[in-house]
């Protein structure tokens, strides 16, 4: 059974600094692309950043350009996300989802077949 489970969310006060983390279990294979995306309450789904797992091509939504950094560590399967000086509308759930096989990185939540239940994050003013 394919799994992604986030951790590392918190509160933090703004200007602070969260590293989330992905775990994936069950694959048998490298998932083409991964991507974290983050839901404020009573707000949409938002892209933050994707990946492409084997080349490292990357991208960032422009609102966290500079402040966040994709990263992952293929080898023990797991993706990050290190924020740093976090602004209280960075809060919200952020989740991390894998593309199906060959699927392409996405700026939408339906282009992506498994997500995790996500972790919260908070930054207070």
């Known amino acids: 059974q394919e799994q992604l489970v986030e951790s590392g969310g918190g509160s933090v006060q703004a200007g602070g600094a969260l590293r989330l983390s992905c775990a994936r279990s069950?694959?048998?294979?490298?998932?083409?692309?991964m991507a974290w995306f983050r839901q404020a309450p009573g707000h949409e789904r938002e892209w933050v950043a994707h990946?492409?797992?084997?080349?490292?091509?990357?991208r960032y939504n422009d609102s966290v350009k500079g402040r966040f950094t994709i990263t992952r560590d293929n080898a023990k399967n797991t993706m990050f996300l290190q924020m740093s000086s976090l602004k209280p509308e960075d809060g919200g759930m952020y989740y991390c989802?894998?593309?199906?096989?060959?699927?392409?990185?996405?700026?939408?939540?339906?282009?992506?077949?498994?997500w995790g239940q996500g972790t919260q994050v908070t930054v207070s003013s």
């Open positions: 989802a894998a593309a199906a096989v060959g699927g392409a990185c996405l700026r939408q939540p339906l282009g992506y077949a498994r």
């Open positions: 069950g694959y048998t294979y490298l998932p083409n692309c």
């Open positions: 990946i492409y797992l084997a080349g490292g091509t990357l």
